[in-house]
């Protein structure tokens, strides 16, 4: 008979290094398959064939799959829905176990849930891991241990526990022997997974030390190039999040509070699954969004006539990137100064987003909307232009994304800031 092997299933932890799934699959005394599946239930719902993520997703599978080849093994590329090829692969290896690393949104939650039940059916066991966060929801609770839905005292709560006991890493390296040996599989093209090619180009993440060392002072100006841009590594693991704490930790307490809070988003969106469709307030779900189409085209499209709005709007069009100080000016304008539900924004940046994650996004949104946890208050409303002049004051920013600013072609405001301030306040206060 042969021998037994086990599997290891990579997801959001596209690395050989520091990987706890894997080093605890490669430690279980069988041989480890690696696994990845281009999944039709995810990829399906993506409204564009052309997606810079899927590009990239692919190119950093190549990547891996030419690491592994040093180690005479290679990643099993799979492209379907992840029932039937485990149900295909049970068929045709003799597996002991599957190992992963555990994904916090509540489809993956699902799918996990099946997998699992799939495994057990065929007397296989299913192993997960934190990987992915430092904390996962159950680890950092109040003192009569119930989640927290603040972030300061979340944020006290869980520096104590790392200083206690966070701090760890898993040498998955230097166990990659126990790989499997098989020669190299065919890696797919963009194609034949129903995408395009977008031209994007995958390159490792190098830590910007300078721009983290000095990120406290420049990271709210968006003409400076001030924070780390690690949020599409950390979305897909191919940087390890012990690592970047460990270094946040050491070197720049202000970027380990922005680290913090990739955490306590992903507890929420862990704990109360029902943010996805709903506010996280309840009474906010009475409230009388105006959803003019037109408007949201206008603002989709870096149209509405206020420069700083527009600028952000137009990066993440171009690049699919924006700073974080006009992702929540651009969020707050859309909630606030024309009364569009924030779901309309959440999932446009979805769609554009090459850092994009359930949490951050959802947990950002409804920040800004003031129907989340710990969110701005409703009658907090961002004037756009003492944003611009305090944090674009030579108007660097807006320059660079609007080539027609200061001229007859450029829109002029699609709605006075005075009057949509009133209207928000009013929206708001009917609940
Ligand atoms: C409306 C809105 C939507 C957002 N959507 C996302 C999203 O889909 N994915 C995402 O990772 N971040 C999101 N953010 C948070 C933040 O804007 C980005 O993480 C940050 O701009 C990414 O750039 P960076 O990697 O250079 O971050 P840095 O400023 O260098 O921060 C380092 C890392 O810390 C984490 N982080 C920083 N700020 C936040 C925050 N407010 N909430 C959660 N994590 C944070 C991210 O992982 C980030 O990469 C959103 C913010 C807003 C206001």
Redesign the pocket.
Known sequence: MAQQIVLFWFRRDLRLHDNLGLCEALSSGKKVLPLFIFDTEILNLLPDTKDRRVDLLLQIITRLHTELKTYKSSIQIEHGKPEEIFQRLFSQHPIAAVYTNRDYEPFAKERDKKIAQLCAKHHIAFHSYKNQVIFESEEILTQQGNPYTVYTPYSRTWRSAYEKGGKQNFDSTRLLHNLTHRAPQKVPKIQDIGFQDTGEKYTKYTFPKEIIHS?EKN?DFPGIDG?????FH??FGTVSIREVVAYANKHNAV?LQ??I??DF?SGILDTFPHVVHSCFKDKYNELNWRNNEEEFEQWCAGQTGYPIVDAGMRELNASG????RV??IT?SFLCKHLCIDWRW?EAY??SK?L???LA??N???Q??ASTGCDAVPYFRIFNPYTQQQKFDPDETYIRRHIPEYGTNAYPKPMVDHTFARKRALQMYKEV
Do not use: P, Q, V
């Open positions: 990120y990271r924070t780390s841009k690690i949020g950390l979305r970027w922005e680290l809070w990739r988003f990137w924006m700073h974080n992702r929540m969020a924004g940046f979805a987003l850092d994009y994650e951050s996004n947990g950002n949104w920040w800004a």
